[in-house]
């Protein structure tokens, strides 16, 4: 019995990323990805924080001397950063699996207002907690 390759072996591979031209598309799904791995790995920081401050005055008090660190406030702002670019979008998705937005050019519109809209919510973000 003989086997058919179905792949023409002289196709050319390129594996370098850097020359790879990706759509605006890909490049939101890619941070969608990334914004909830870090919510998945630092939520818990953030309800820790949310916990404490609730219990009590002093365990308020403590987790407001910890984000008086710029370094805390920073670690703070990049998950909160996560945070909303990740619920910004999850709202796009939602909106194509209404069936609006799935065609090509209204999808890289979808991604680029996704860009828009976070760079805007990030910013005054900063803003709001520094």
């Not at 005055?57 to 909160?80: H, I, M, R, S, Y």
């Not at 996560?82 to 909106?95: C, D, F, P, S």
């Amino acid at each position: 019995m003989s086997v058919n390759i179905a792949v023409n072996s002289k196709r050319p591979v390129n594996l370098d990323l850097r020359t790879i031209k990706l759509p605006v598309t890909a490049y939101t799904s890619i941070a969608h990805r990334i914004s909830g791995v870090i919510l998945f790995l630092f939520i818990a920081g953030l309800l820790w924080m949310l916990d404490t401050s609730l219990s009590s005055e002093a365990g308020f008090e403590q987790v407001q001397d910890f984000l008086q660190n710029p370094l805390a406030k920073l670690v703070v702002w990049g998950v909160l950063s996560a945070l909303l670019y990740h619920l910004i979008a999850g709202i796009r998705h939602l909106v194509m699996d209404a069936g609006i937005g799935e065609e090509l050019e209204s999808g890289k519109l979808g991604a680029k207002i996704v860009i828009v809209l976070s760079a805007i919510c990030i910013v005054l973000l900063g803003v709001w907690v520094w």
